[in-house]
């Protein structure tokens, strides 16, 4: 089910924007608002099971490497 907020004390600039910004797409203030909270707030963080999954993938293929501590040392300061 939908549920409703309320934005109180809206700065006038930033409602100036939301405005300009609704009425350039074609939406409502409300849906306008609702495409910025869903571009802001982006895509529900996985879980830490599927991001270390993830990383080791990415580990295992990458390959084999090994790197000398004062080579990253020396990239760190370029």
Partial sequence: MAKSI???NLPDALHARLAAEAKRNRR???NE???CLETGLGT???SVEVQLTRIR???ESLGPHSFDPDQIDEFKRL
């Fill in 28 to 30: 409502s203030l409300n």
């Fill in 6 to 8: 309320t934005l109180k």
């Fill in 33 to 35: 608002a609702i495409v």
């Fill in 57 to 59: 993938a990415l580990r």
């Fill in 44 to 46: 529900a963080n996985p």
